[in-house]
Structures are given as C-alpha cells and as structure tokens.
C-alpha cells in the first residue's frame, strides 16, 4: 500500500489528508460553476444596449446607402436637360428654295412624372407606357434598372425655346422615395437656372426632405 507523505516527506496525519481532500475538491467545484443569475443579468443588459443602438445605425446605414440613387439620377436628369437647352433644334422637313432658316435655340422640356410608386422594393420603369416618355427622352434620362425613387421634370417655361438668360429657377428635378413602404416619403430635388451667358446651371447640392423618412 502507497502511503501518502505531507510536505515535509513525512507520512502525512489523517487529518492533513482530510485538508487537502476538502481544499481539491473546494477547487474542482469552483471550476465547474457557471454564471450566477446576476452575471447573466448584466450581460443580457449589455446586449439589449448594444442592439438598441446598433440595430438603428445599421438600418439608418442601409436606407442612405439607397437615397445614393436619387442623388446620382437628379444630377443626369440635369446634365441631360443642360444639353438639351445648349443643342439647336430643327423642325422636321424641308424649306422653299430661297428662304431663310435658323435653328431653335435654349430649348426646355414639357413637365414630366414618372408612373411608378416609391416604395421598399425596386420598379422598372416602363418607358414604353409612360406618359411623360418624350420629355424624358429628350433629357436622354430612361434608366434601365429597377429603381426606389418615382422621378419628376417640373419647368416654369413649359415646352419651349427662346428662353431668356438669368433665369434664378428654370427647373426643378424631383425625386420621391418611400424606403420603409408605410407612406411617409422623402423628396430629393435639384433646381436648376440660367446665367447671364444663357447656360443652364444648376444649385451646389441637393434638397433633402425627410431623407430616411
């Protein structure tokens, strides 16, 4: 029989053995308990704060990642409209022999909103249906890919040319989103007018309108 020594080398006493079975055992159950009911408390508060606060930036994050587009097509809309207005425009035919001729000039567009509805998830555009396709194709602003945002042209002068220069607002291009689907939108527009060469310019950044909604 192996007889166990204490510290010293000597045989141990029963009741150093005892200790140090009591102290091992004390040690192998502290090794196995687990959170307290307070620490599992604290650590599901902490979660709670952090999804409360994450949760809202995340999807706050996402919905701006969307208006991305609305930004992007207003300035098109524009650059499409700006060359319009500098472009000579001939009407269709020929004329009499002799007879005089000049192009027409700072041309706008007619008034124009796209028939799709805003709403949480993409349209495509059916510009084959639409209404307002002349106005649109005139601008050269006929997006392919499913969009958020409905889209609108409003002019003061209406469909014509000859406008004069220095003109503060000549148009205004629109965007209206619903991202969240509940009906609240947001409008994204950018006005655009004529200087004093007669060039269409347009505002140094765009309205926002309850952007996120």
Avoid at 40 to 47: C, R
Avoid at 75 to 96: D, L, P, R, V
Avoid at 194 to 207: S, V
Wanted: hydrophobic share 45%.
């Amino acid at each position: 029989m192996v007889q166990e020594t204490g510290r010293d080398g000597n045989a141990a006493r029963p009741d150093q053995f005892t200790k140090g079975k009591v102290r091992r055992m004390n040690v192998f159950r502290k090794a196995k308990a687990g959170f307290t009911l307070i620490e599992l408390m604290i650590v599901v508060a902490i979660i709670g704060v952090l999804a409360a606060v994450a949760v809202p930036a995340f999807i706050n994050y996402f919905k701006r990642s969307k208006t991305s587009e609305a930004a992007s097509n207003l300035k098109s809309m524009f650059t499409g409209a700006a060359t319009y207005y500098s472009a000579e425009h001939w009407a269709q035919g020929n004329i009499a022999p002799g007879a005089a001729a000049a192009a027409s000039t700072h041309c706008t567009v007619a008034e124009a909103t796209t028939s799709n509805a805003p709403g949480a998830n993409k349209t495509v555009i059916d510009w084959a249906a639409e209404a307002g396709r002349p106005t649109f194709e005139a601008i050269n602003f006929m997006v392919a890919d499913p969009v958020y945002y409905q889209y609108a042209v409003a002019t003061t002068p209406g469909d014509q040319c000859g406008n004069a220069r220095a003109t503060e607002v000549m148009y205004e291009f629109d965007a209206v989103g619903d991202l969240d689907g509940n009906g609240a939108t947001s409008l994204f527009q950018l006005a655009a007018g004529t200087n004093n060469e007669n060039q269409l310019y347009r505002a140094p950044g765009i309205f926002t309108q309850n952007e996120l909604e």
